[in-house]
Nanobody, 119 residues
Framework: QVQLVESGGGLVQPGGSLRLSCAASTNIFMFNVMAWYRQTPGKQRELVAAAPRVGSRHYADSVKGRFTISRDPAKNTVSLQMNSLKPEDTAVYLC?????????????WGQGTQVTVSS
């Protein structure tokens, strides 16, 4: 059973930075894509950033130039460096890993970590 555990959330002032980390219980090379989503009450879960095993990273327009996603195969982690944080970045941030199995995919999710941007 694959487990993903997020860490690094917290309270930060506008303009500040946080680094989120997602640790996988298995070798992350098996995942086609690792990504960060965020969710706020009453809103649909939003893709923030995605890092495929091969290919370019993808970012939501709202975070381009401020957030950076990175995979670390040596540590089996995926991180999200968040700079110039804004109050609208406040959300629960969730890590997702996607594994391809034949013609289907399996998705694994972490429990999430709260990020609050407020003065």
């Amino acid at each position: 059973q694959v487990q993903l555990v997020e860490s690094g959330g917290g309270l930060v002032q506008p303009g500040g930075s946080l680094r989120l980390s997602c640790a996988a219980s298995t070798n992350i090379f098996m995942f086609n894509v690792m990504a960060w989503y965020r969710q706020t009450p009453g809103k649909q879960r939003e893709l923030v950033a995605a890092a495929p095993r091969v290919g370019s990273r993808h970012y939501a327009d709202s975070v381009k130039g401020r957030f950076t996603i990175s995979r670390d195969p040596a540590k089996n982690t995926v991180s999200l460096q968040m700079n110039s944080l804004k109050p609208e970045d406040t959300a629960v941030y969730l890590c997702k890993a996607e594994r391809g199995i034949g013609t289907t995919t399996e998705d694994y999710w972490g429990q999430g970590t709260q990020v609050t941007v407020s003065s």
